[in-house]
């Protein structure tokens, strides 16, 4: 199943749009804050260009974060965060997006990756697909950034198991079964939404069968 909606952009600025939008979708606390820290950096609306990042600039996130290098057809993690390797039991540094996320899902996702490079800002949630734990929630923000003079995509990714919410507004309503994806166009404003339901594919991690990506040790945050 798949929906799409483009919305044409708001007579406002790039930036209103974007925390307009991070208030409507997101949820939590580091990737809200990922989000705003990208957009201090200044918006191409007002720099020209995408904003050049230092990781230096915010050491409390570095833990939180991953950076994907354009490689050809593919996405190479050149930097993967303590807490990314400890939500998935491994370091992703010098590894593909394509030998970190299941082929299954893969195929579904990997062009709102690319899209960031055009470039975009993604805001990327859902449930997990497992049946037996789709109470599960994540959420990714990635955004397009310069370092070494070179595009790069900066990402975060929350997990209702272990991220807080949001505590500077009220957090948005949890998305609903499947993938929901918002695109924010930096050249045009235009803003895309779209849905997959992939919840078919539930049936391939039961008993053993592929792993996902996007479960992690099972834990509560309080």
């Known amino acids: 199943m798949f929906a ?31 989000l705003e820290h990208w957009i201090n950096l200044g918006t191409p609306e007002q720099t020209g260009q995408v904003p050049l990042f230092d990781p230096v600039e915010i050491p409390k996130l570095l833990p939180f974060i991953y950076l994907l290098q354009r490689n050809g057809d593919r996405l190479l993690y050149r930097v993967s965060g303590e807490e990314v390797n400890r939500l998935f039991g491994q370091n992703h540094i010098g590894r593909h997006l394509d030998e970190v996320v299941p082929a299954e899902i893969y195929g579904h996702v990997s062009p709102y990756f690319f899209r960031v490079f055009d470039p975009c800002i993604c805001i990327f949630s859902g449930h997990i697909i497992l049946p037996e734990r789709e109470h599960l929630e994540f959420e990714r923000v990635l955004l397009p950034v310069m ?76």
């Open 4 to 34: 799409d909606d483009r919305r044409e952009p708001e007579m406002t600025s790039l930036s209103s749009n974007i925390r307009g939008l991070s208030a409507e979708l997101v949820r939590y606390e580091k990737t809200a804050q990922i």
């Open 147 to 222: 370092r070494k003079q070179e595009i790069k995509l900066l990402g975060t990714l929350s997990l209702s198991t272990t991220s807080p919410l949001r505590t500077d507004l009220q957090p948005a309503d949890a998305p609903g079964p499947g993938f929901h994806f918002t695109l924010i166009n930096l050249r045009s404003g235009e803003t895309e939404s779209s849905y997959k339901n992939l919840m078919p594919l539930a049936e391939r991690y039961q008993n053993g069968g592929a792993r996902n990506s996007y479960l992690p040790p099972s834990r509560t945050v309080r």
